[in-house]
């Protein structure tokens, strides 16, 4: 079992910035793959970053290549998404999220995820 608590949402003008954190405990955190998905008011749930287990790898969804950076600490178990020149279309509630595997390729996939944490809104006014 793996609990996940995310942090450091808010409101912020257009073009502003945030840093979301997860904070991780339970299993050993460097055993999962992290990602973070978001979900606005009316809209499916999306992708938006991951980081592989290993620290090394990370994949972005292509609204957010560039201006996102998705980062862990592994000594705090903790993963962080660092948010910069943000958009109202950022808007949502920001999930972090664990996976011990993937069957395929599909670090994207909300149902490859076994834990979330219970999110945090993210406003960004324009």
């Known amino acids: 079992q793996v609990q996940l608590v995310e942090s450091g949402g808010g409101l912020v003008q257009d073009g502003g910035s945030l840093r979301l954190s997860c904070a991780a405990s339970?299993?050993?955190?460097?055993?999962?793959?992290m990602a973070w998905f978001r979900q606005a008011p009316g809209k499916d749930r999306e992708f938006v970053a991951a980081?592989?287990?290993?620290?090394?790898?990370?994949y972005y969804a292509d609204s957010v290549k560039g201006r996102f950076t998705i980062s862990r600490d592994l000594p705090k178990n903790t993963m962080y998404l660092q948010m910069n020149s943000l958009k109202p279309e950022d808007t949502a509630v920001y999930y972090c999220?664990?996976?011990?595997?993937?069957?395929?390729?599909?670090?994207?996939?909300?149902?490859?995820?076994?834990?979330w944490g219970q999110g945090t809104q993210v406003t960004v006014s324009s």
């Open positions: 980081i592989m287990r290993n620290g090394i790898f990370t």
């Open positions: 999220a664990a996976a011990q595997r993937y069957s395929g390729s599909t670090y994207y996939a909300g149902d490859e995820y076994d834990y």
């Open positions: 339970g299993r050993t955190f460097s055993n999962y793959h």
